[in-house]
């Protein structure tokens, strides 16, 4: 029988916005919850990867057991407005090295690091004629990142997302082939269901096509919420996951709707539910 997926709920000690799709927020008391749910393990979402209290964090997770199942980088876009195609090398240079604090920290954990949002966006001026560069500053940080993270034998995911947050490598072809121009061995594709939502036209086909350069899924609805809550079929893509031998983990990126543990525990029941008609 099959192993099946690994399961990761996104959890964050930050202050955010209720709307923003990380379901466990605070201290964390959140993680035992999480591993009654079933669980395997947390993804963290954090601006500060310096201040946080590892061995607390390593100690709770042991407790529940559970593991980190990758750090997400968002929040340093969102919040402190850093990018890897800045028009100012300065900050092209700045993003870098603030993604290495998260290669050390991902290195710690043994897990690898989300580049989603954080890549930027390409200047409307330049759409068309001189598109070209920004895909070269890209290209140039990732592959410092990457040279930098295979010292610390950790694996960077590259995130398809939709065109309304980053108006460039939005689907998952777009993300792969990209992929194969950077030549980067421990750089891999990490899809996300609600992004796919948007910009796959058939989201079966998408999975099959990017098959083994998918490292890592961030499951949530339409609507951000928890799978079940609005209008993706799940078992569609649950179905190519499996078809593709997928065994890596899922993590639910979802809004804290009607509550975080509520949202946390019909995610994974929802998932769970599909995915059993495919273990046999």
């Known amino acids: 029988m099959r192993k099946g997926f690994l399961y990761s709920i996104t959890y964050s000690p930050e202050k955010l916005s209720y709307s923003y799709p990380v379901a466990l927020r605070g201290d964390t008391s959140h993680f035992h919850s999480a591993m009654q749910a079933g669980y395997d393990a947390i993804e963290l979402h954090t601006v500060n990867p310096d201040d946080l209290n590892l061995e607390h964090i390593t100690s709770q997770l042991k407790h529940n057991k559970l593991k980190l199942s990758a750090i997400a980088t968002g929040l ?23 993604l290495c604090r998260y290669v050390d920290l991902a290195g710690y954990f043994y897990c690898p690091v989300i580049v989603g949002c954080l890549r930027g966006n390409i200047p409307e001026q330049a759409r068309g004629h001189g598109e070209r560069t920004y895909y070269e500053y890209l290209r140039d940080g990732i592959e410092q990142l990457c040279k930098y993270a295979s010292s610390k034998n950790t ?3 590259l995130e398809a997302i939709n065109y309304y947050v980053n108006n460039y ?3 998952l072809e777009d993300v792969v082939r990209w992929i194969h121009w950077t030549g980067q061995k421990n750089l891999k594709l990490h899809l996300d269901s609600h992004h796919m939502n948007i910009e796959e036209k058939d989201l079966t086909e998408a999975i099959l096509n990017a098959g083994s350069a998918i490292g890592y899924v961030h499951f949530s609805d339409s609507n951000r919420m928890y799978p079940g809550a609005g209008n993706i079929d799940f078992s569609a ?11 890596g983990y899922v993590s639910m990126e979802i809004t804290p709707f009607p509550s975080p543990d509520i949202a946390a525990m019909k995610a994974i ?11 046999a």
């Open 155 to 157: 694996i960077i995911l």
């Open 76 to 98: 340093e876009y969102s919040i402190n407005r850093l990018n890897l195609i800045d028009d100012s090398k300065e900050i092209r240079d700045a993003t870098v090295q603030r």
């Open 269 to 279: 029941s929802n998932i769970k539910d599909i995915e059993s008609s495919f273990r």
């Open 169 to 171: 490598l939005n689907t």
């Open 237 to 247: 893509i649950v179905a190519a996951l499996y078809e593709i031998q997928y065994a």
